[in-house]
T-cell receptor, first 109, second 113 residues
Framework: GQNIDQPTEMTATEGAIVQINCTYQ??????LFWYQQHAGEAPTFLSY??LDGLEEKGRFSSFLSRSKGYSYLLLKELQMKDSASYLC??????????WGAGTKLIIKP | NAGVTQTPKFRVLKTGQSMTLLCAQD?????MYWYRQDPGMGLRLIHY???????AKGEVPDGYNVSRLKKQNFLLGLESAAPSQTSVYFC????????????FGPGTRLLVL
């Protein structure tokens, strides 16, 4: 079966760095997405990785290892507004997105 | 450019009632999707459409029907609502050239009593 695993909840301190991990098992693979979702709002696109390695975009970076079925989202210089759920999703061979349940990130002052 | 819009934003139904959720996008996207999001679970695909006049079943299609009569609109229908359909429903769209990146509407919160 197809499966996405990510931690349910994480806590970090304002100004610090946090890494949110995601492992995936899909039938075929066409890329890995990270979305941010604030409470009561729609998911918004953060990053897309299809090749191995690290993609940096400002304070956010996303890493992919296809051989390990593993990705992480790295958030630096955390701000209170980064408190949100972070959704990992893998694109399978049919170009369907398989979603994880999301990681709720709590930022403390 | 409003992006993806959904109506209504919130609705309460009694078991057995019917309703239609409307999704509209002004980005000329070919692909459109309906998801439901429940606590502790990932987004689950209900139905999707790859173009005007075409629809296909997703992961959890039972109890729902859809129609895509116009490219910009994707309707989700509940013929006989059940409490298990209490959820937040998100519509999304993507272009054929970048189908992997989906743009989401604000969601519809549905409570079935």
């Amino acid at each position: 079966g197809q499966n996405i695993d990510q931690p349910t909840e994480m806590t970090a301190t304002e100004g610090a760095i946090v890494q949110i991990n995601c492992t995936y098992q899909t039938s075929g693979f066409n890329g890995l997405f990270w979305y941010q979702q604030h409470a009561g709002e729609a998911p918004t696109f953060l990053s897309y990785n299809v090749l191995d390695g690290l993609e940096e975009k400002g304070r956010f970076s996303s890493f992919l290892s296809r051989s390990k079925g593993y990705s992480y989202l790295l958030l630096k210089e955390l701000q209170m507004k980064d408190s949100a759920s972070y959704l990992c999703a893998a694109l399978d061979s049919n170009y369907q997105l398989i979603w994880g349940a999301g990681t709720k990130l709590i930022i403390k002052p | 450019n409003a992006g993806v819009t959904q109506t209504p934003k919130f609705r309460v139904l009694k078991t057995g009632q019917s309703m239609t959720l409307l999704c509209a996008q002004d980005m000329n996207h070919e692909y459109m999707y309906w998801y439901r999001q429940d606590p502790g679970m990932g987004l689950r695909l209900i139905h999707y459409s790859v173009g005007e006049g075409t629809t296909a079943k997703g992961e959890v299609p039972d109890g729902y029907n859809v129609s895509r009569l116009k490219k910009q609109n994707f309707l989700l229908g509940l013929e006989s609502a059940a409490p298990s359909q209490t959820s937040v429903y998100f519509c999304a769209s993507s272009s054929r050239d970048a189908q992997e990146t989906q743009y989401f509407g604000p969601g519809t919160r549905l409570l079935v009593l």
